[in-house]
């Protein structure tokens, strides 16, 4: 497709399992963002991929939380022992240069139960 | 610090009336400024930005902004609003001097009620 895909839509686990969500950017964007929002809230950065450098992962809030992004394309983020704050909808966007608008995915809704 | 401020967490208009959602900065330099809408259960869809040239920007749906530099504002505009514009705004700013890191500095977003 033309758009920022995410994948599941919807997640439903337990606490303390691991979870994986999937993001496929638009073809040939560079760079690569993920974020988490809270119902309603803000923006909360959590990670940015550019190209071949290493990623600012600055944002992760924990070490329960990492990414990663295969051969500049598609990124998965991965959640381990899940906790019930951890619930939340986790955006994808992606960018081509940098004074272009980021495309943002519809996002996964992460609910832990 | 590098900030970008929403004052009003919400804003109630009339349809048919006049809309403007405030956002103002602080960054040094000259910002690269953004405006986001988010419908619910959606990602944030590119409304308009302002990187350079003319101060008045005109984005999608109708709507408008401005870039003021003396008062460090990118205000979100439209002359008649719709029922259907009744969303969640985000205003965000990049300072171009950051070199390569392009992380955007958001605001926390403006939820818009367009009363019918």
């Known amino acids: 497709g033309a758009g920022v895909s995410q994948s599941p839509s919807n997640k439903v686990t337990e606490k303390g399992k691991d979870v994986e969500l999937r993001c496929d950017p638009i073809?040939?964007?560079?760079?690569l963002y993920w974020y988490r929002q809270s119902l309603g809230q803000g923006l909360e950065f959590l990670i940015y991929?550019?190209?071949?450098?290493?990623?600012?992962k600055s944002g992760l809030p924990s070490d329960r939380f990492s990414a990663e992004r295969t051969g500049g394309s598609v990124s998965t983020l991965t959640i381990q022992r899940t906790q019930q704050e951890d619930s939340a909808v986790y955006l994808c966007?992606?960018?081509?240069?940098?004074?272009?608008?980021?495309?943002f995915g519809d996002g996964t809704r992460l609910s832990i139960l | 610090a590098q900030s970008v401020a929403q004052p009003e967490d919400q804003v109630n208009v009339a349809e048919g009336n006049p809309l403007t959602v405030k956002c103002t900065y602080s960054?040094?330099?000259?910002?690269?400024l953004f405006w986001y809408v988010q419908y619910p259960n959606r990602g944030l869809q590119f409304l308009l930005k302002?990187?350079?040239?003319d101060n008045l920007v005109k984005g999608s749906y109708g709507f408008e902004a401005e870039f003021n530099k003396s008062q460090t504002s990118f205000h979100l505009k439209k002359p008649s609003a719709l029922v259907s514009d009744s969303a969640l705004y985000f205003c965000?700013?990049?300072?171009?001097?950051?070199?390569?890191?392009?992380?955007?500095?958001w605001g926390l977003g403006t939820s818009l009620a367009v009363n019918p």
């Open positions: 991929f550019q190209g071949n450098s290493a990623p600012d």
């Open positions: 302002y990187i350079t040239g």
């Open positions: 073809s040939g964007h560079t760079a």
């Open positions: 960054v040094s330099g000259n910002p690269y």
């Open positions: 966007a992606t960018q081509s240069y940098s004074n272009q608008p980021q495309h």
């Open positions: 965000a700013v990049r300072d171009p001097n950051a070199g390569n890191n392009r992380k955007l500095i």
